[in-house]
């Protein structure tokens, strides 16, 4: 099966710049996750569709970051304005089911660099 | 935080060695997963414990679970410099139904 895909792979921006990244998850995976990875840390949550509705977006700074599920398939995640401090990776991932007894599927991410 | 810890932060051993690395947790967990992740890439599950189980086996690969101590060991066997990668061990919070990761170890195997 295809795996999570994501682009770009890489981005390089000024502060107070926009930027949007795109994912599409494995067919047929119903949950859809987009993870914050600073480097040298863990995966950070910042989002989890379940279909098209949010599950879970409490460590979404929502003054900045947005994010939607079109059709319940692909899904952007958009920072506008980004800040230094946004410097990081950021993973997509997708899961057959919400519950979490299904291992999640990673994409390679976006390495986000703010200068 | 309610980020679990991964100890040690680094690991470089010889390969054909074994490799131990430990996971603590703080919250009540479903289960608790084990991913690894290489330079630049996603992260790729590796295996998968329940609360309810004890020990786990996949391959050269060993995982137990004690939930009296919040506590998680992750063994692997006759390591190769394959190996060499970041492993990270994620919590399935029960309540909340969130998969939540810890910092992780580097493991590097040198030939």
């Known amino acids: 099966e295809a795996g999570v895909a994501q682009s770009p792979r890489y981005k390089i921006i000024e502060k107070r710049q926009s930027v949007a990244f795109w994912c599409n998850p494995i067919s047929g995976h119903a949950t859809l996750y987009w993870y914050q990875q600073i480097l040298g840390q863990g995966p950070k949550l910042l989002i989890q569709f379940q279909n098209n509705g949010v599950v879970d977006d409490s460590q979404l700074p929502k003054d900045r970051f947005s994010a939607e599920r079109l059709k319940g398939v692909d899904s952007t995640l958009k920072i506008q304005p980004a800040k230094l401090e946004d410097s990081a990776v950021y993973l997509c991932a997708s899961s057959l089911r919400g519950r979490l007894n299904s291992p999640l599927h990673f994409g390679n991410g976006t390495r986000l660099t703010v200068t | 935080s309610q980020q679990g810890e991964e100890d040690p932060q680094a690991l470089s051993i010889q390969e054909g060695e074994n490799a131990t690395m430990n996971c603590s947790y703080k919250?009540?967990?479903?289960?608790l997963q084990w991913y690894r992740q290489n330079s630049g890439r996603g992260l790729v599950h590796l295996i998968l414990i329940r609360s309810n189980e004890r020990e786990k086996h996949s391959g050269r690969l060993r995982v137990t679970l004690d939930t009296s101590k919040k506590s998680s060991s992750w063994l692997i066997t006759a390591s190769r410099a394959a190996d060499t990668a970041s492993y990270f061990c994620?919590?399935?919070?029960?309540?909340?139904?969130?998969?939540?990761f810890g910092k992780g170890t580097k493991l590097t195997v040198n030939p």
């Open positions: 919250t009540s967990i479903n289960n």
């Open positions: 994620a919590e399935g919070q029960g309540g909340s139904e969130k998969l939540v």
